[in-house]
Nanobody
Framework: QVQLVESGGGLVQAGGSLRLSCAASGSIFVINAMGWHRQAPGKQRELVADITSDGTTNYADSVKGRFIISRDNAKKMVYLQLNSLEPEDTAVYYC??????????????WGQGTQVTVSS
């Protein structure tokens, strides 16, 4: 069983920071990419940031310059540093992974989510 477990969410005041962590475990052959999505109440899930195996990063325009994604391949973990948080960042943040279970086939996995709440 492949699992993604997030941690680090919580309540923070506007302008503050949080650091989210996601640990992958199970039968993982190669991780192609890991990242974070979020979903606010009444809104669609959106990509926040992701990072590929070669270190290439991608950010949503709304978080660019404020959030930093990083990855530890040896530990099979991905992190999201959230700086200068705004109330609009309030959402459930989901860890996401694209991984190979062999040399050919790629599968997608999701964590259960961690709540980030930013107060005014």
């Amino acid at each position: 069983q492949v699992q993604l477990v997030e941690s680090g969410g919580g309540l923070v005041q506007a302008g503050g920071s949080l650091r989210l962590s996601c640990a992958a475990s199970g039968s993982i052959f190669v991780i192609n990419a890991m990242g974070w999505h979020r979903q606010a109440p009444g809104k669609q899930r959106e990509l926040v940031a992701d990072i590929t195996s070669d270190g290439t990063t991608n950010y949503a325009d709304s978080v660019k310059g404020r959030f930093i994604i990083s990855r530890d391949n040896a530990k099979k973990m991905v992190y999201l540093q959230l700086n200068s948080l705004e109330p609009e960042d309030t959402a459930v943040y989901y860890c996401h992974m694209k991984a190979l279970n062999g040399p050919t086939y790629e599968y997608e996995y999701w964590g259960q989510g961690t709540q980030v709440t930013v107060s005014s």
